[in-house]
């Protein structure tokens, strides 16, 4: 007599196995879902934002203030760019609003740099670290100016993560 013949004559035996096979079915899910999900935890998903440089953002006519459509496509897109952090709040070592600018020269004296070379960024949720040397922030890109007390900025970005940038 095979196993099946023995499950066939007794219903516990078979009510059991039943009981077993849907039980791991619905089980399974509940356990593969959790290891899955924490092997991604705390990476960010990079492919969703696109990298945009310096060149692009200079790219803005000042004279004319006409947007290109190479930037105007990026209006409202996820975006990263790497650049230095200029913190707008005094003496924290978080900060929620600052500007980005393109090298470490270009900090905020006399005179400014022009417009289409600082963007203003302000954090969505969570404060920034102050960083002081090469970052790199994702966000949301709007293509419009914001005035500061330290000039105006041609785009501005509501920043999702800042972080210090990999050199590799």
């Known amino acids: ?60 006519d000042l004279a004319t203030n006409r947007v290109p459509p190479a930037l105007q496509a990026l209006d409202g897109k996820k975006i990263r760019s790497l650049g230095f952090m200029v913190p707008l709040e005094d003496n924290r070592s978080e900060v929620m609003e600052f500007l980005l600018v393109p090298s470490p020269q270009a900090c905020v004296h006399a005179p400014p740099p022009p417009s289409n070379q600082m963007l203003y960024v302000r954090m969505v949720g969570a404060s920034a670290k102050t960083l002081f040397g090469p970052v790199m922030v994702q966000g949301v890109l709007r293509v419009t100016s914001q005035t500061h007390q330290f000039g105006t900025a041609s785009y501005q970005i509501y920043g999702e993560s800042v972080e210090a940038a990999r050199s590799d």
């Open 1 to 60: 007599m095979s196993e099946n013949d023995n499950l066939l004559r007794d219903p516990d035996a078979w009510s059991m196995k039943k009981k077993l096979v849907i039980g791991l079915g619905l089980l399974l899910p509940l356990i593969l879902v959790p290891i899955y999900g924490t092997s991604k935890m705390g990476k960010k998903d990079e492919s969703a934002y696109t990298t945009v440089d310096w060149g692009a953002y200079r790219q803005l």
